[in-house]
């Protein structure tokens, strides 16, 4: 998860038919009575909660949405990124519905 607003990290930063097929593959998984899980690093300490970014794709998260009611569970964990290193540093929120407001989109359609 590369995409921050504040303290708010979203997935995806461009739309992705892979992630929607992952996520589609979790949730037959959840019926045949398995658990599923993702796990999103989030590349920022700044990130306190991480969420899908609803106006990108809105099937991902439809489908992220179906999966938790289903029973998908979902991790999500902030880092502190140097030269040297990548270093998780703690499990932080994963909300569906936090207000993301994408900073690269433009204001105004110009």
């Given amino acids: 998860m590369t995409l921050e607003n504040g303290p708010i ?12 097929k992952h996520v589609e593959e979790l949730q037959r998984v959840l019926q045949q009575g398995y658990k599923a ?6 590349q920022s300490a700044q990130m ?20 938790l009611t289903k029973g998908l569970q979902v991790l999500c964990y902030n880092c502190l990124i140097t030269p040297q290193s990548i270093q998780l540093l703690k499990e932080i929120p994963f909300d569906l519905d936090a207000p993301f407001i994408d900073p690269n989109a433009r204001i105004g359609g110009s």
Avoid: E, S
């Fill in 37 to 42: 899980y993702v796990l999103f690093v989030a």
């Fill in 48 to 67: 306190q909660v991480g969420t899908i970014h609803r106006q990108m794709q809105p099937a991902l998260y439809d489908a992220f949405k179906q999966g």
């Fill in 9 to 20: 990290g979203a997935f995806p930063d461009a739309p992705t038919l892979r992630g929607l």
